[in-house]
């Protein structure tokens, strides 16, 4: 009997799908999407083309991902200093580009059941990107499926910074200090992804060995999977790979491998 394969994949995906363990897909996967620039510096076409060029990608990704039953994507689109260190026509587009991105894609997202969230300082956009960002989220939010979030005006650093200044304000509020008890909960439920699990896989592309300031707290125990295709580049069947090449990988956590724990068990399971 054929595998199921889910609707909507096409040849090359299914190829790299088919060798998937289905049962152990990643629950969140976190992309930086990188590369835009010099994929149009090769072809002699202004940075912003790469940009224009990167919504397929993430058309493309996004699809794939809820399709095979991801339940979290999160894509990281503008760091906070990329808001405040590229020129400001450059900047504008990006907005622009996010804007009709948001107009256009919303019937797409409902058809494969995507709800909209974002991540970031957005009270720092201009108030019509923020209108409009508020509309796609408002417009998918019956929907039960896959999280595609976004990371707008992002940066891991002040996503900390906030969250210390909500505990501490959140305690102001409900007896003062003196009551005060942290742990990594009490973190993670003042984090931007207090929806969202922490992401088993976070993918760069265009072959940087960086987090650039990406999720700091939630990837401490992430597998990192860097590719060398630029953005604009990148597909589904790219996504796939990279989860292929995460099932490869070994989770431990912190703590031994299964043959280190159990050593006798282990020789007996080789032998037999
Ligand atoms: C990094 O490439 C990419 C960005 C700063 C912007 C990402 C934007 C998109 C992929 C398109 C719009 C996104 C959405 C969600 C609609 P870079 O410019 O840093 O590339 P370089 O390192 O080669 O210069």
């Known amino acids: 009997m054929q595998d199921k394969v889910p609707t ?52 493309s990704t996004v699809e794939t991902a809820a399709r095979i039953g991801i339940p979290a994507l999160t894509l990281y689109a503008f760091s906070e200093e990329n808001w405040k260190k590229r020129p400001q026509s450059e900047v504008g587009f990006l907005m622009g580009l996010l ?31 923020q209108q409009r960002m508020d509309w796609a989220r408002k417009a998918t939010a019956r929907n039960s499926g896959m999280v595609l979030t976004l990371a707008l005006n992002y940066s891991a650093r002040s996503e900390l910074v906030d969250a210390f200044r909500s505990i501490v304000d959140a305690a102001a509020q409900n007896g003062g200090l003196d009551h005060l008890h942290i742990d990594e909960d009490t973190v993670g439920r003042h984090l931007y992804t207090r929806h969202l699990p922490d992401p088993d896989l976070v993918v760069r592309t265009s072959g940087e060995m960086r987090l650039s300031n990406f999720l700091l707290w939630q990837l401490a125990y992430a597998e990192i999977y860097v590719t060398p295709t630029l953005w604009p580049d990148f597909r589904g069947v790219h996504l796939l790979e990279g989860i292929a090449e995460y099932q490869k990988r070994e989770r431990r956590y912190g703590g031994l491998n299964h043959s280190d724990a159990h050593p006798e068990t282990s020789a007996l399971a080789t032998k037999s």
Do not use: C
Not at 24 to 29: D, G
Not at 38 to 46: F, M, S, T, V, Y
Not at 113 to 121: A, V
């Open 99 to 129: 804007s009709r991105y948001l107009k256009a894609e919303v019937p797409t997202l409902n058809k494969n059941n995507i709800r909209l969230e974002y991540i970031g300082r957005q009270h720092e956009l201009p108030a019509d990107v």
């Open 8 to 59: 909507g994949l096409d040849r090359k995906e299914t190829e790299v799908y088919r060798r998937l363990d289905r049962g152990r897909l990643p629950k969140h996967i976190a992309i930086i999407m990188d590369g835009n620039g010099r994929w149009a510096k090769r072809r002699h076409l202004p940075r912003v083309a790469g940009h224009r060029a990167g919504v397929s990608a993430v058309r």
